[in-house]
Structure formats: C-alpha cells, structure tokens
C-alpha cells in the first residue's frame, strides 16, 4: 500500500488526524522509514492497533509473531535479503502453499517475487512492523556466518604479524587488515551488534585469549571468539576505519566509523583505542540517532520530578546539573532538555567531547584538547557569541566549572554533567573544585542524577514473590507490601532468554530549594543535605527504583543492582 493511501485509511478511519499524517510524512521522509513506522515512532498509532486496521481492511489474520517457533527449513525458504527486502517472514507452510507475515499485505510485488521464488502459493498474514524486524534478525542470524568467517580465518597462519612488544611494518599492518575474512570478520561484528542492540562492543586481548563482547542493556555479554593470531589485523582494521594511526600503538586514540544502514539510515560507532599489557583494547560506542528518544515524558522521570526539571530549565537564567556514571544515560537527558528549548529565539551553544548526535538549530563544538581547545576555553568563546542557553559536556576542573557558574549568574541558562553517585554529593563535589558555597547555592537551579535499570522483558513477565522481609529490606515501605505485583523475566526468544528487554530512567531530581541553600552556606554535609532533601519530598534513587518495581517495570535484582540502600 502507498504511503499516501494507507495515510488516507487511518484518516477517514479517525485514527490519526490530517496534522498527525503531515507530521507522520516528514519523519517517514527525514529517517527513509515507512509511513507506518513513523506514526508509530510519534506514538500517534499503537503497533497492534495499526495491525488489526490493516487486517480488518484486507480481510486476512492479523497474528503476534512472538507467539510462533518457526522451524528453519521454512526461513530458509525465503533468502534474508528478500526478507528484509520487503520486511516479511515466511512463518508455515500447509501443502503448496507458504504462510508470510507482512506488515504492508497490499505489496503484491512481494508476494509475486516469493511465489515465482519458491513455487509455493503465498497466503498472507498481518503482523505488526517492528515485530517482523525482530523475527528477522532472530530468524537470519549472523551467527552462523561469523562461525563461517572464524572457520576462514583459522587457515591464514600467515596473518601473525606482530608480537606484543616492539614496532611494525605499517604497510604489513595495512595488508594484513585489508585481507577478505577480516574485512568480513569486522563487518559482521559491527552489523550484528546493531541487530543485537547493543550498546558497546568490547574488542579484548589477553595473553590467552582474544574475545568480543557487547554490552546489551547495561550488561556485557560474550559474543564470540577470535582466534588469538589475528588480534593486530582485527584491530588495525577497525583503526583504518576510524581513520586511527595504525603505526602509534602506545598511546590511546579516538575516532569514528560511520555506517550506512538502508536509505537514510545511518549508524556512528565512537571509537577508543587503549594500549593494555597484551595489545590494544577497542571500545566502540554506538550511537544510533533514530532510536534517540527526546521526549522528557517517555524517559522514566515520575511526574513531581519532571514538573521540576522542566520549570528550571525553562528559567531565563542558572546551572541544571545531570549528573551519574558513564552510560547512564546523562547525555540524552541533556539532548531531551535542548530539544525542548530549541527554538528560533534562543541561541544556544554546546562545548562536547565528543558531539554524539547534532542537531538543527543547535551550534555544537567538538573539542579538540590537542590544540587547546577545551570545555574553559569553548565556554570563554560563547559568552562571546551572545547566547542565551549554554550545555558544557562535562565539568572536569575548576576552570570549567568556574566559569560556568559565573555565566549562570550573569543571565545565561546553562546545561552540564558532573560525574557523581547522586544529587547531594554533586554539591561538596563542585565544593572540592574549589567554588564558593554562595555561588553554588546562587547558581545551581537543580541537580537530577540518574542511573539505567533494565526493564523486565513485556513478553516473557511473570509475577514473583518475595518475602516481607527482603521487600522491607530493599526500602520498599511496609504499608504497600501487598498492594502491588513484583515480576521477573522468564527468558524468550525475544529478551534471548535473560528476563529483560530494554532500559529504564532511575532518577534522583533535586531543586535548590532555599532550605537547601541555606544548608550548603552553613557548611552542612552530603548526608545532612540528602535527609533534608528527603524531608521536602525528593526521592532517593533507591525510591525511585522501588517505585519502578511496584509499577512492575523491573525487578528486585534490578533495584539491589543499580542502587544502594539509604541507611
């Protein structure tokens, strides 16, 4: 179905309005997605509303791909690239006839191209678009051709080009890294991570060992591997890529790989190169700006939290801190609070190291140490450039935070993160940088730490009991227990049998309420500052993982895990 015609549909059907299509038509054109994806990514249509649409409209079954255990002969029936082609998957087979699920059953060049492929009859089925995504990668798994690269690789003997101390021939290097299974190797580990939905791959050498992990919703799991020999072609691939000096192997480097992903699509990997004992360690960081998710309402903030953050960003002037541990989410907070304030009449300036995504209408600013170009010397340039709101990638020295607090006092609105375990502890953090307690308390509008928690897998939940007592001991208070259901993960095929399926935001927001002021001018410490906050309604992160377990969105593993008790 066009995307005109299927926009056409839900109109007449009152499910979308004519401003929701326009809106839905230029994300569809700005990210080369199909329009059905785009109302969905604006939260216009539910995934399963739009199904059953379409299989009301064309008369066929709608079905819950999750549900079915589709046997590989008949995947292998139907080539991935086909698949992925026109997002289908081949799911039975009932005599001469092949059972399709499709999310546009209207696309009869699909179901011409599978017929005249296979000899079969096709009977299509409706099934909901990222759920075909996600049968596909499961079902077309890279598993096996990285088993097939691996068995390639372990021929080239002559690919042990380097011992552990000592320097090398560039152009060996270069040949070496260039050879076909590498290349290959390389690709797919990059490719499967982004099918994975991992985060980070980890690219490790030991002294016995070589071996690649990702991390997936904050935990890192082995993927594979390699052989042991091939670690300096491996990593001078991956160096070539990031445009990295391959010859310089004792000092750490930064790059950046950039992949086509389809028509308009494409995904940055933050490369970090680390000289360790037995060779160099690569990191990369993937940054996938499509699922980039800038909307204050669906990151996890509770209501309170989020009416407060919100009205002290919108102030005309003074500091908003993130602060947490790398990982934990603080950029895409501080990404969400500028594409609120984005707007024509403000001029907003940000110092990054590095910049993860850009933005329209945002004047971004890598930094470049080397050249001194740093967060002090981008800062002292924007007061410069008349701006309104300012965002420091990070306060690392008094230097930074110096003149971020004075450009906070004098009517600029500006944006940082600090790294700190939670909002109290920022105060005596910037108190140890060496700033006066009475600019802290006069310039900081409010702190928000946070952390990620993974988020217990929709699919596969199940309730969970605990005991009275564990439930107590974890903080939840002892007049709920028993008015809400904990749950846990049983493991599918969707969450890969680990119980958890995507993140969720745990925060701690803290306003500069003028009894907190008045503390940190009188010298009080970070656990007298945490009581008082307390007393005037802030919750702790511990709270705010409880209230996330009585909501039923994680666990009490989860909760012990990413958070400690307030005793």
């Known amino acids: 179905m066009s995307a005109s015609r299927l926009g056409e549909l839900l109109v007449r059907n009152q499910l979308i309005s004519d401003t929701q299509l326009a809106n839905a038509i230029s994300e569809q054109k700005k990210e080369g997605t199909r329009l059905g994806a785009a109302l969905v990514k604006l939260g216009y249509v539910q995934e399963h509303d739009l199904a059953s649409f379409l299989s009301k409209h064309y008369g066929v079954p709608s079905i819950d791909l999750a549900e079915f255990d589709v046997d590989p002969a008949i995947v292998s029936l139907v080539p991935a690239e086909v ?23 209207s696309n009869i060049f699909a179901i011409d191209d599978i017929k005249f492929m296979t000899g079969f009859n096709v009977e299509v089925v409706v099934a909901a678009e990222a759920a075909i995504k996600d049968a596909i990668d499961k079902l077309y798994d890279q598993s096996s051709s990285m088993a097939d690269a691996l068995e390639g690789l372990e021929d080239f003997d002559d690919l042990e080009l380097v011992d552990d101390v000592g320097y090398d021939d560039v152009s060996e290097l270069e040949r070496a890294s260039e050879d076909a299974p590498v290349v290959k190797l390389v690709n797919l580990i990059l490719t499967d991570a982004i099918k994975k939905k991992a985060s980070d791959i980890h690219i490790e050498p030991y002294e016995h060992a070589f071996r690649v992990r990702y991390r997936i919703d904050g935990v890192l799991y082995e993927v594979m591997k390699p052989p042991r020999k091939l670690k300096n072609a491996i990593t001078s691939r991956i160096k070539i890529m990031a445009t990295m000096d391959i010859a310089e192997r004792r000092l750490p480097q930064d790059g950046r790989i950039k992949i086509k992903m389809g028509r308009n699509q494409e995904m940055d990997y933050r490369v970090n190169c680390l000289p360790t004992l037995f060779g160099e360690k690569i990191v990369l960081r993937l940054l996938d700006k499509s699922n980039l998710q800038l909307d204050m309402t669906k990151l996890g903030y509770e209501e309170k939290a989020l009416e407060w953050f919100k009205k002290e960003i919108h102030k005309p002037f003074g500091m908003v801190l993130v602060t947490g541990p790398t990982g934990s989410g603080k950029t895409v907070s501080l990404y969400s609070a500028l594409s609120e304030l984005n707007g024509t009449t403000e001029n907003i300036s940000t110092a990054e190291d590095p910049v993860e995504f850009n933005f329209a209408g945002i004047n971004q600013v890598q930094m470049h140490e080397e050249i001194g170009l740093n967060f002090a010397a981008a800062l002292r340039a924007f007061l ?12 690392r020295d008094f230097e930074t935070a110096e003149i971020g607090v004075k450009a906070a006092l004098t009517g600029h609105m500006v944006l940082s993160t600090l790294h700190t375990n939670d909002a109290p502890s920022t105060v005596n953090r910037l108190l140890n940088m060496g700033i006066e307690p009475f600019l802290v308390a006069s310039a900081v509008n409010l702190i928000s730490a946070q952390r990620l928690g993974r988020r217990v897998c929709s699919e ?35 969450c890969n049998d680990t119980g958890y ?5 745990i925060y701690q927001v803290m306003p500069m309420f003028e009894d907190i002021k008045e503390m940190i001018l009188s010298g009080a410490n970070t656990a007298e500052i945490k009581q008082e906050s307390m007393r005037l309604g802030v919750k702790t992160m511990r709270q705010s993982a409880i209230t996330k377990l009585m909501e039923g969105m994680t666990t009490l593993e989860e909760v012990l895990r990413t958070t400690v008790s307030d005793d």
């Open 501 to 505: 399926k995507g993140r969720i935001g």
């Open 460 to 494: 596969c939940k199940e309730p969970e009991k605990h005991s009275k007592e564990a439930l107590i001991a974890a903080g939840v208070p002892e007049n709920q227990i028993g008015k809400f259901t904990t749950y846990k993960g049983r493991g599918c095929s969707v």
């Open 83 to 105: 698949a992925q082609k026109y997002q289908l998957v081949p799911i039975n087979r009932a005599g001469a006839t092949l059972i399709v699920a499709m999310a546009d059953p």
């Open 384 to 395: 410069r450039q008349d701006p309104d709101i300012i965002m420091i990638g990070e306060i």
